[in-house]
Each structure stands twice: as structure tokens, then as C-alpha cells.
T-cell receptor, first 116, second 114 residues
Framework: GAVVSQHPSRVICKSGTSVKIECRSL??????MFWYRQFPKKSLMLMAT?????????EQGVEKDKFLINHASLTLSTLTVTSAHPEDSSFYIC????????????FGPGTRLTVL | DQQVKQNSPSLSVQEGRISILNCDYT??????FLWYKKYPAEGPTFLIS?????DKNEDGRFTVFLNKSAKHLSLHIVPSQPGDSAVYFC?????????????FGQGTRLTINP
């Protein structure tokens, strides 16, 4: 089946630094990718929709200046957490819909961010 | 405001028996529902889905039931196997909105006991 990769899988950074997370669709093109965040024992919360060739669409309450999204190509979207703080520590997961259908939306393995 | 709710954070079932995971939703615009399975430190994996025009969809050991009037869906796994132990998320979306945005429940941790 289709594969979505994320890099890095785990990152620890100091407060105030910026961290970039990559999401790649390995064997299909994705004009749209989604970024989710999961807090411990909570549901996956959609943060934003990444659109190739245009600006990302952010969900209500998500700071677009803090979570910068760039959809550089049809197979790559990046999420940059700027000036990270401990409260940004979380599990970040991306997904890409294959053929535009919800049931073939493939998820990356996730990135565990820890901000000290 | 939690539009999709899984009120049981955990469920323990004996191997070979039926596992029933429940999910409720509040947004009547949702017309497509999915179940995902998730292992620790991995992304969710799609299991089974159902459109609102149906009330049941079956795939092997997995069956999803949808009760639109009650805004309730359930996932039945029978017989349950140890490999089914994972966190299960239900998700909902509005079909026909292009690449669908999913709204997830909080998840239910299923443990299958040998």
C-alpha cells in the first residue's frame, strides 16, 4: 500500500529553538496533506491542511505564525514549530489522502517532539 | 467541543470473544465514518469505514454498525485476537469536500487477554 514517511521520528530541543518536521508521500503524489497533533491520551487534533502551491489552511485556535507549513512539492510537506516552548511538546502526525478518498488516507509514523 | 466521542478509554476482552468499541458523534453533517487502529509511536492504520447511506459494513473479522438516528457507531471484532490489542480511533468526515478532513474521537485502548 501507499506509504507516508516522517522525519525525524523523535526530536528533543531547547526552548526557543525551531524544529522542522518533514512529511513525505513515498509512492504517490499528494496535493493536500494534513497535520495532526496528539496530546497524551487525547484524540488526534487536526492542526492544518497543507496545500501544494498555496497557503496552508489552519484550524481555529492554531497559530499559523508558530506552526509554519510549507508544501514544497507534490510529495513533501514540512511543519516548522518556531520558537518552541515546553507546551509544544507533543506527537505530531501527518497524513496524505490517496486518490482523494478518506478511507485511503495514509498516515505517517509520527514525530515525538520534546521541548526542554 | 468534542464532535466525536469515545467514552470508554479502555476495554479488556478475552481472546476469542467479541470486542465492541463504541463511538458517538454530535455533528449531523458527518456522513462518512472510519475506524483506525494505532500502535504506540506509529501513525493510525485504516481498518474499515461506512457511509451514512448504510447501516452495516463487514470486512472479515471487523464489522461497523451505524445508527444515524442515535448518532452512534460501533466496531465489532470477532473473534478477538491478541494482535488486535491497540488503540482504536473512530473518525468522521463530510464526504464530497475534496480531500476529507477527519475529526477523531479520543480513542479506546483495547487489550485482548490470552
Amino acid at each position: 500500500g501507499a506509504v507516508v514517511s516522517q522525519h525525524p521520528s523523535r526530536v528533543i530541543c531547547k526552548s526557543g529553538t525551531s524544529v522542522k518536521i518533514e512529511c513525505r508521500s513515498l509512492d504517490f503524489q499528494a496535493t493536500t496533506m494534513f497535520w495532526y497533533r496528539q496530546f497524551p491520551k487525547k484524540s488526534l487534533m487536526l492542526m492544518a491542511t497543507s496545500n501544494e502551491g498555496s497557503k496552508a489552511t489552519y484550524e481555529q485556535g492554531v497559530e499559523k505564525d508558530k506552526f509554519l507549513i510549507n508544501h514544497a512539492s507534490l510529495t513533501l510537506s514540512t511543519l516548522t514549530v518556531t520558537s518552541a516552548h515546553p507546551e509544544d511538546s507533543s506527537f505530531y502526525i501527518c497524513s496524505a489522502p490517496y486518490r482523494g478518498s478518506a478511507d485511503t488516507q495514509y498516515f505517517g509514523p509520527g514525530t515525538r517532539l520534546t521541548v526542554l | 467541543d468534542q464532535q466525536v466521542k469515545q467514552n470508554s478509554p479502555s476495554l479488556s476482552v478475552q481472546e476469542g470473544r467479541i470486542s465492541i468499541l463504541n463511538c458517538d458523534y454530535t455533528n449531523s453533517m458527518f456522513d462518512y465514518f472510519l475506524w483506525y487502529k494505532k500502535y504506540p509511536a506509529e501513525g493510525p492504520t485504516f481498518l474499515i469505514s461506512i457511509s451514512s447511506i448504510k447501516d452495516k459494513n463487514e470486512d472479515g473479522r471487523f464489522t461497523v454498525f451505524l445508527n444515524k438516528s442515535a448518532k452512534h457507531l460501533s466496531l465489532h471484532i470477532v473473534p478477538s485476537q491478541p494482535g488486535d490489542s491497540a488503540v482504536y480511533f473512530c473518525a468522521a468526515s463530510v464526504e464530497g469536500m475534496g480531500a476529507q478532513k477527519l475529526v477523531f474521537g479520543q480513542g479506546t485502548r483495547l487489550t485482548i487477554n490470552p
